[in-house]
């Protein structure tokens, strides 16, 4: 029951090949299922996010300021504040406010440029932050991945844009 489950290599002999059995998530123990489960069903994330994933977030720290701004729109943050909430070095924080600001996602207040907070958006790109906000609680896995791979999928489209294809006739 409380048996911790491993990768394991090939069997050397024929007595070990019931320890070579390919693993099951209904085998995993208890949070572990929720964590395959999340991950497995990437297909589900809607068109829209993984778009905005793959076109404004550069790291996985990048996404978490961007939804610390989104669950307090009116709230406003210095760069020492963020990074205290998000446990990260404050000069990061500050490159990331300034890039997301360069992006359109935050602002600063006109009153004190030191404050960042984010930038009026409209209610489909509220929306977007919500449900951005529920999959990462949800889907970390498979959002943390699409983060990871941003980048790498947009780049590949564009390669595939100068391929050139043989007319199958």
Request: charged share 25%; aromatic share 8%.
């Given at each position: 029951?409380?048996?911790?489950?491993?990768?394991?290599?090939?069997?050397?002999?024929?007595?070990?090949?019931?320890?070579?059995?390919?693993?099951?998530?209904?085998?995993?123990?208890?949070?572990?299922?929720?964590?395959?489960?999340?991950?497995?069903?990437?297909?589900?994330?809607?068109?829209?996010?993984?778009?905005?994933?793959?076109?404004?977030?550069?790291?996985?720290?990048?996404?978490?300021?961007?939804?610390?701004?989104?669950?307090?729109?009116?709230?406003s943050w210095t760069p020492?504040?963020?990074?205290?909430?998000?446990?990260?070095?404050?000069?990061?924080?500050?490159?990331l406010l300034e890039a997301?600001?360069?992006?359109?996602?935050?602002?600063?207040?006109?009153?004190?440029?030191?404050?960042?907070?984010?930038?009026?958006?409209?209610?489909?790109?509220?929306?977007?932050?919500?449900?951005?906000?529920?999959?990462?609680?949800?889907?970390?896995?498979?959002?943390?991945?699409?983060?990871?791979?941003?980048?790498?999928?947009?780049?590949?489209?564009?390669a595939n844009a100068f391929?050139?294809?043989?007319?199958?006739?």
């Amino acid at each position: 029951q409380g048996e911790v489950h491993t990768l394991r290599p090939r069997p050397i002999c024929q007595s070990d090949a019931r320890l070579a059995r390919p693993l099951h998530r209904r085998h995993l123990p208890g949070n572990s299922q929720e964590a395959v489960r999340g991950y497995i069903m990437a297909e589900e994330i809607p068109d829209e996010i993984r778009d905005f994933i793959v076109g404004h977030i550069g790291s996985l720290v990048q996404l978490e300021l961007l939804l610390l701004l989104a669950a307090g729109p009116t709230k406003s943050w210095t760069p020492e504040e963020a990074a205290k909430a998000l446990f990260v070095a404050p000069d990061a924080t500050y490159g990331l406010l300034e890039a997301m600001r360069a992006q359109g996602l935050c602002i600063t207040l006109s009153d004190d440029k030191t404050r960042y907070c984010l930038a009026p958006v409209s209610a489909q790109r509220r929306e977007l932050f919500k449900s951005l906000a529920e999959l990462y609680k949800t889907r970390r896995l498979t959002i943390i991945d699409l983060v990871f791979k941003g980048p790498t999928e947009k780049y590949q489209k564009f390669a595939n844009a100068f391929r050139f294809f043989k007319d199958k006739k």
